[in-house]
């Protein structure tokens, strides 16, 4: 069954410090997504994005965040400057299409920022 | 502004047993309902969904029941399996292939 994979798995970071998230998904998806899960929290949405651009993105999506589908396969979520509340779960998430489709995810990165 | 809230934190129940999980959503825009199982250190999986000019739809074990005049959905595993024990999170979107909104999840066990 085709995947979203997402790498690294852990990722450790000085505060301050940039970090590039990736993820490559499922081939023949059109949209794609970043949740995040802070411990013990929900999953919170991050952005969306179609067709080069992005669609829709959260309050926490700020000016420190970015994404890029830089190759037509990997899709990447940078934070500029990590600050400690940052540190969570990072989930990359697509679908084929509108319509109600579920989630594809990845299994996720987990960012601790020291 | 939670717009999707699962009351329940946990839920117990005995294998071979019926597991309901609730949900309760308040913006009437969503047009589709879908929950997913998560277990630790891995990503949700999508596990069922339901459309809303729907008010039910079945998948193997798996039930998703819609009461939109309540604003209430609910998910039923049956039979229960220990294996189903995890966290299970309902969520609502609208047609446009926007954001998912997320509840807060309920933990479920299934004792042998």
């Known amino acids: 069954e085709p995947e979203v994979t997402q790498t690294p798995s852990h990722q450790v970071t000085q505060m301050g410090q940039e970090v590039i998230l990736r993820c490559v998904p499922i081939?023949?998806?059109?949209?794609f997504y970043w949740y995040r899960q802070i411990l013990g929290q929900k999953v919170e949405f991050l952005v969306s994005?179609?067709?080069?651009?992005?669609?829709?993105k959260s309050e926490i999506f700020d000016d420190q965040f970015s994404v890029e589908r830089p190759d037509g396969s990997n899709f990447t979520l940078k934070i500029r400057s990590t600050k400690l509340e940052d540190s969570a779960m990072y989930f990359c998430?697509?679908?084929?299409?509108?319509?109600?489709?579920?989630?594809?995810f990845g299994s996720g990165t987990r960012l601790t920022v020291v | 502004d939670q717009q999707v809230k699962q009351n329940s934190p946990s839920l117990s129940v005995q294998e071979g047993r019926i597991s309901i999980l609730n949900c309760d959503y308040t913006?009437?825009?969503?047009?589709?309902f879908l929950w997913y199982k998560k277990y630790p250190a891995e990503g949700p999986t999508f596990l069922i969904s339901i459309s809303s000019i729907k008010d039910k739809n079945e998948d193997g074990r798996f039930t998703v029941f819609l009461n939109k005049s309540a604003k209430h959905l609910s998910l039923h595993i049956v039979p229960s399996q220990p294996g189903d024990s995890a966290v299970y999170f309902c969520a609502a979107t609208p047609l446009r292939a926007g954001k998912s909104t997320f509840g807060d999840g309920t933990t479920l066990t299934v004792k042998p």
């Open positions: 998430a697509s679908i084929p299409d509108r319509g109600g489709y579920g989630y594809t």
């Open positions: 994005f179609y067709n080069n651009e992005i669609s829709e």
């Open positions: 081939s023949n998806h059109l949209y």
């Open positions: 913006n009437s825009m969503f047009d589709y």
